[in-house]
């Protein structure tokens, strides 16, 4: 299973960091996803990480705003959210899927096996 913190409430322009880890295991050789669900929308790709950490990839909207990484212990991968807009409100889910090659990250949900309970970000403006 995987457990999300941080997340809450920022103005327009503020910065949130949202943490995931994996009950009783490390995420070492797993990617890691973070997508998010306004209400009434359906659940987008946002960022996700390779399990070796050497690659990542954005959605078009976070791209330079929001930053995916992970320590070298592997027990959390963090979700650092600078600039955000009130468009970014939603709830935030972060997912793993075990990496084979090193390299693997996707940007469909069903891909993923785990997935942590969510996380309210609200930005307000």
């Known amino acids: 299973q995987l457990v999300q913190t941080g997340g809450g409430w920022v103005q327009a322009g503020g910065s949130l960091r949202l943490s995931c880890a994996a009950s009783g295991r490390t995420l070492r050789n797993y990617a890691v996803g973070w997508f998010r669900q306004a209400p009434g929308k359906e659940r987008e790709f946002v960022a996700a990480i390779s399990g070796s950490l050497r690659s990542a990839i954005y959605a078009d909207s976070v791209k330079g705003r929001f930053t995916i990484s992970g320590n070298n212990a592997r027990d959390t991968v963090n979700l650092q959210m600078d600039s955000l807009t009130p468009q970014d409100t939603a709830i935030y889910y972060c997912?793993?899927?075990?990496?084979?090659?090193?390299?693997?990250?996707?940007?469909?949900?069903?891909?993923?096996?785990?997935w942590g309970q969510g996380t309210q970000v609200t930005v307000s403006s």
């Open positions: 997912a793993s899927a075990y990496d084979y090659s090193g390299g693997y990250h996707s940007t469909y949900p069903h891909e993923y096996d785990f």
